[in-house]
């Protein structure tokens, strides 16, 4: 499995009959296959193949869960040795756990590697973000949250409730009390999109004058949770003066900062976390998908040992002892120095840039390209209009899948077609993958049909 080769319609039959019973006997809250309507057999690195033999370049990546890709040789020695010794070990120490641990805080910034303790959450991103909160609330005494409009956390109770996306949260009662959302201050200068962002506002001020203000409504703030690229929201990256704005404020308020490093970590923006390229030093920041470089579940949250000592017991979960999880992720951190994968992702990334602002200037159906790093995104438009054009988005992801390219959309009303390979895809992977999108964008001219009519 090394290049595209789709040989059936899409679905194919096998496939077809794998969807149908999936439709009869899981919940009707099933996503992707919904949009990418394919059945899975196996997974190689980039690429993927289906029931039926087809096979797929994979630029969702397990969601950014497979920073190394599907089923990397070295990672699965790893499991496969330790599957044998211990699977689970609670919150005993072991020795995976300890190399684990020995690995991921060798990770940070040598001025603050050793300010951190680490905390074992559930096996998803979200229980960190909820542990987070809880930390924060705990050390200050303080029960309000202030989030950012776009800001994606999780879908458990407290994790919704600091998430931007209202049509997720609508019918869901009992929301956690007490969190105001304030604009994201992004370096998008879009006008395809009415979001509010750097170019519009300062967003900043914004935040600092409800802080100033007795009057603005704000009770006792525990903490400030901030995404630095917002993934779900449209791939919107964080303008560095506005974060060192925020920042500067949660110091002068005495305001704890979270930073949510559950999609931008673990080397996803071309440095082990987002943070470290905006100057700042964050309280607490969490992280997940990529911890374990192969998809199994493991979530972390760093926070400054100057913070209140947790009682024994508050934060559990029967998971948080993935032992297979432990000895994968440390061996990912191997590779990523062995194989200078931090730097690939920098390359990719210049790669993918330049080729999506050629293709940007050939076809008006596609707007601002943004991201950091191998996290990227390309806005969609209705060619006619200039707007954000959702039927558009969705034609280039299926037609791209019927021809070999998985990718996934996000943003308001899914009008941003994301870009989240493996951090190790190769110069010619990007290359065919790329290919694929062009072929994909003339089809829609050809076909008259750009402007999602």
């Known amino acids: 499995m090394n290049t595209i080769n789709v040989q059936t319609p899409i679905p194919g039959p096998r496939s077809r009959q794998a969807l149908d019973k999936q439709l009869a006997q899981e919940s009707t809250a099933v996503s992707y296959p919904k949009r990418l309507p394919i059945s899975l057999a196996k997974g190689l690195g980039c690429y993927v193949q289906d029931l039926d033999g087809n096979v797929f370049i994979d630029f969702l990546a397990g969601a950014g869960s497979l920073p190394l890709g599907h089923s990397h040789p070295d990672l699965v020695a790893e499991v496969v040795e330790q599957a044998g010794t211990l699977c689970l070990g609670l919150d005993f120490p072991t020795p995976a756990k300890e190399r684990f641990t020995d690995a991921h805080l060798g990770m940070l910034p040598e001025a603050i590697r050793g300010d951190y303790r680490i905390h074992f959450c559930g096996?998803?991103?979200?229980?960190?973000?909820?542990?987070?909160?809880?930390?924060?609330?705990?050390?200050?005494?303080?029960?309000?949250?202030?989030?950012?409009?776009?800001?994606?956390?999780?879908?458990?109770?407290?994790?919704?409730?600091?998430?931007?996306?209202?049509?997720?949260?609508?019918?869901?009662?009992?929301?956690?009390?007490?969190?105001?959302?304030?604009?994201?201050?992004?370096?998008?200068t879009s006008q395809a999109s009415s979001v509010l962002n750097g170019a519009q506002v300062d967003a900043a001020l914004l935040l600092e004058s409800a802080l100033e203000d007795v009057n603005s409504g704000l009770g006792n703030v525990a903490a400030v949770i901030l995404e630095l690229v917002q993934g779900e929201g449209g791939v919107?990256?964080?303008?560095?003066?506005?974060?060192?704005?925020?920042?500067?404020?949660?110091?002068?308020?005495?305001i704890t900062l979270i930073i949510d490093e559950i999609q931008t970590g673990c080397g996803r923006t071309g440095t082990w976390y987002a943070f470290e390229q905006y100057g700042i030093e964050p309280d607490i920041f969490v992280t997940s998908k990529g911890t374990s470089g192969i998809g199994l579940p493991s979530s972390l949250m760093f926070y400054r040992k100057s913070l209140v000592s947790w009682p024994s017991g508050s934060h559990i979960g029967t998971f948080r002892g993935n032992q297979l999880a432990f000895v994968a992720g440390?061996?990912?951190?191997?590779?990523?120095?062995?194989?200078?994968?931090?730097?690939?992702?920098?390359?990719?990334?210049?790669?993918?840039?330049?080729?999506?602002?050629?293709?940007?200037?050939?076809?008006?159906?596609?707007?601002?390209?943004?991201?950091?790093?191998?996290?990227?995104?390309?806005?969609?438009?209705?060619?006619?209009?200039?707007?954000?054009?959702?039927?558009?988005?969705?034609?280039?992801?299926?037609?791209?899948?019927?021809?070999?390219?998985?990718t996934e959309l996000g943003g308001r009303d899914d009008t941003v077609l994301r870009v989240l390979p493996p951090l190790n895809v190769s110069e010619q992977t990007v290359t065919e993958a790329l290919g694929v999108l062009e072929h994909v964008l003339t089809e829609l001219i050809n076909d008259n049909e750009g402007a999602g009519q």
């Open 123 to 188: 096996p998803t991103g979200a229980d960190a973000v909820e542990a987070a909160v809880k930390l924060a609330k705990a050390g200050s005494g303080a029960d309000e949250i202030i989030s950012f409009r776009g800001g994606y956390h999780g879908c458990t109770n407290g994790a919704l409730s600091l998430t931007g996306n209202r049509a997720m949260k609508k019918n869901v009662p009992g929301k956690m009390p007490g969190v105001h959302f304030f604009p994201f201050g992004s370096t998008s």
């Open 236 to 254: 919107y990256v964080a303008d560095k003066d506005f974060v060192q704005r925020i920042y500067q404020l949660t110091r002068k308020f005495g």
């Open 330 to 406: 440390a061996k990912a951190i191997e590779v990523f120095h062995r194989d200078a994968v931090l730097n690939n992702v920098r390359l990719r990334s210049e790669q993918i840039g330049k080729r999506l602002g050629e293709l940007q200037r050939d076809f008006a159906m596609l707007g601002e390209v943004r991201g950091l790093g191998l996290m990227l995104g390309v806005e969609i438009l209705n060619p006619v209009t200039g707007k954000v054009c959702e039927a558009t988005a969705s034609k280039i992801q299926q037609r791209a899948l019927r021809l070999g390219l998985i």
